[in-house]
């Protein structure tokens, strides 16, 4: 254990004992003069604390505790330099050189980058630590010390460094310069670190002296004159506080510096042969995707004469065929040789979550950051005080938020390269429209970042050139042969566009069918699955969720005992293993299949369910997924055969470029030497079918108008808000480079792009969110647009515009009454307004939760406009007055309708209906019985009901009596409200 460090005691501060312990840190870990003098006030030791005041200087060190056994500090100096002017005829051999400065900072200058100097003094406090200082960098009158060490140096060392360099450089001009020459010759050679506290080793060694008279020409002060000065004028300037958290961070900080200098710098970094990056790279390939080789046209893209010059690049590939390797490649090269920022851009989560699950390691191995986008994780970090280059993986709407960032704060600069991958997404929607909006702030904003977009789908692809300044690749490169066929009832043909129809017949199928699997499986999946599971791998797509888990129960019925056995064990290890992510618990659907190797995928799994589930298939365990759209987008589990359960996605019907993206999945890679397709389609279907297997690939068109709060006026609210273009010539001039300008042709007649962002402006306007005012009173002032506060904390937290004046009101009427007993108050302010058109409540069951809450939070719900009496009138079927006066005709009419639609039965047994636990065939059943209205059901006998409806047990008897007492009372209390409403005095009566 070292000792303890030096303490000096003052006169002026009787009983006062100042402890000060020298942060001992090697150079090669502290780079920067101001970390090495943080890192030597920050160490285990209590920080220095502010010097006590005293006028007499002779007094600060006349008395003092010895530094080193029984000799001060400067009574060893003395005696030392005393002894070198005394005995010139000694040959004292030096092997270093004493160097003044800072003694409690240990400051010193960086110099060639980095590189550690061979002379260094050490600074002894005890016999096992030592701080190290270079000599050259402060000695040498060619160099005064940098900005940054001034900045951190008492006064009185500057006063010291300025009498060296004077006293240095006026030798160089005086007569005597070749004396001084022979003398720092002799210097040189003498090197003699004379330690401040010697010990026998030191002090018995002997030093040459003999050209010590010459040097002393050059001598105007004693060592010991000069040290004692120094050491005064730092014992009066007032001590720099650090935090030491401050401290610690630019330590790391200069130990990264140093690590990647030395990287940087060393003669055995590898740049090359692979496409200009090291070695590394290509047996980390073999290593974690068992790649030896590319393809040819992988090999050719990336030859292309426009990445070498880095322009921007657009490359199409169908499927499976190897796209992403290429993108991996460019994105090292920017990484690790460029030494920029790269994004990646990903249309879903669960892919953005693969893709930096694929390329940490390689992070890892080669010294980048991989770091995820895709969620709420953190914001863009400061990338001045990195030193590592980061790879962000983000999703559409993640990565907009990066880019606002960035321009923001003028870092676009920083990124060097953005990869977007499902380029054909620019045309789908409000994802495409925020697509949109992200490149061309990119375009844009930068000139020095390179964008590179691939797709399998691409078919207009001169407009997206135009809009993205890129050059074109293509090819028709797949690995593994497609095969497309489609299902038509008991019937396989396989798709040819030489045919009239589409069509050609290819075969039956051949499965026996009991009545039973009949009606359980009409459109024979279990015949298709069974052809090729458990030895090769299926996947079948889905129309939704629901439909998924369905078709993985439906099938696993249906299979043969075998099907348990193959690979047993793993499959019971992977049940546990989801039982333990859910915390003891698994899906019941999961738990049910996965014996016979089937799951479902979709984005009802957590992540990582979802990712156990996708391991378990590529190893062979499951043999089996039944999934949705997503899994088809850029998700690396492809198949022997793909099977599309129906053409359609949620209620629409397939688009080429989706079917595309599914049956690509068709085809293994070094497994399989064909891939299978076959889209299953009902009769009504057919000629739906021919249309899209024959059609071409949809074009790509802009959103921006389609998408008006989430395109349009999000765009023009966001330039002017980043200050991109704040004036409407600025505006009209960004706007022609987009998507949309390229393709203004397309615009109807009635308005022209400049009358489309000129309505869009006035909008912003009047909602509030932009102004508008005249810069200048002359005839060349302009009309400069600025962005409110509204308008700027709408864009900043991407609020939809259509939403925005809303949330609003409401955040300032929370404010006027907040309740904060519970979080339900925040919880409703919270909630995205776009979830409440898919929120369709079962009254009943509100009203129910309504009576279990406290009576605070129905306070809250009274505050925000959902009163008990509402949600009662709402359960008893009543139709809430909220039409307009000259409306009313409709009141009457577009209740009962509602309920028609509501429950799609007959009219006479909408009453029945509204009773929990009645659907329509027992509506039917009690009707038949002579139970035709709520009265009948609430004033029954459950003991009667049971004997004369059949299949009805007392349980529901029970329940569907109770539930009629309920909803009874309940519009008996409406009606009763409307009574009391009616007989209510009014209160503005003339006259009163």
Known sequence: MAEPGPAVRRKSCPGSVRKRRQALVPCSTVCSPVACKKLSSGGEGPAAEATCSNDSEEDMFGDYDSFYGNDSLLAQI?????EHLQDKNKDIKADGELILGKLQSGIYQEKDNFSTSENMVILKADKEDAFEMNRNDLLDSNQEPTESISDDLPSSQLLYFAKLNELSSGSRTSPLSERKRKCKKS??????????YPDDEHRNRPTDLSSHSNCALFKTDSLK??????????????????????????????????VARKTIESSSVDIGPFYGLPSKVKDLFRQFRGIETLYEWQ????????????????????TSGGKTLVAE????????????????????????QEKVRGL????????FLVEEYAGSKGRFPPIKRRIKRSLYIA?????HGLVNSLIETERIDDLGLVVVDELHMLGEGSRGAMLEITLAKILYSSKNTQIIGMSATLNNVGDLQKFLQAEYYTNNFRPVELKEYVKIGGTVYATDSKTESGFTFSRFLNFKYSSNL????????????????PKYSCLIFCPTKKNCENVASMVCKYLKKEFRAHREKEKQDLIKHLKNIGNGSICSVLKQTIPYGIAYHHSGLTNDERKSVEEAYSAGVLCLLACTATLAAGVNLPARRVILRAPYVANDFLKKNQYKQMIGRAGRAGIDSAGESILIVQEKDKHLAQRLVNSPLENCYSNLLLELTKGMHSLLLSLVGLKIAVTREEVNTFMCSTLLGVQQHLLSKEKSLSEVIKDGLEHLIEKGLLEGRMSGKNRNSKYTLTITPLGRATYKGSIDLAYCNLLYRELKKGLEGLVLESSLHLLYLTTPYDLTFSCNPDWMIYLRQFSQLSAAEQKVADILGVPESFITKKASGQAVKKELEEFWVYKALLTELTKQLTYCVKTELIPLMEVAGVLEARAKQLYNAGYKTLAHLANANPETLVRMIEHLSRRQARQIVSSAKMLLSEKAEALQEEVEELLKVPTDIPGT
């Open 78 to 82: 003395d005696d030392t330099e005393h």
């Open 187 to 196: 210097s040189d050679k003498i090197r003699s670190p004379l330690s401040f």
């Open 225 to 258: 004159d000069n040290l004692k000065s120094a050491m005064t004028g730092n014992a009066k300037a007032q001590t720099l506080q650090v935090s030491k958290t401050k401290q610690l961070k630019e330590a790391v900080l200069s130990e990264e510096i140093c």
């Open 299 to 318: 090999h050719d893209c990336l030859m292309l004469e426009s990445l070498q010059q880095r322009k921007n690049l657009i490359y199409s590939l169908p």
């Open 329 to 352: 490649i460019i994105i090292l090269q920017e990484l690790l040789c460029r030494r920029k920022d790269v994004l990646m851009i990903l249309p879903y989560v669960a892919i953005v």
């Open 360 to 367: 940490s390691s390689f992070g890892i191995e080669l010294g």
């Open 395 to 399: 999703t559409i709407e993640k990565g």
């Open 518 to 533: 009949q009606k359980a499986d009409p459109d024979h999946i279990v015949a298709l699955v069974t052809e090729v599971i």
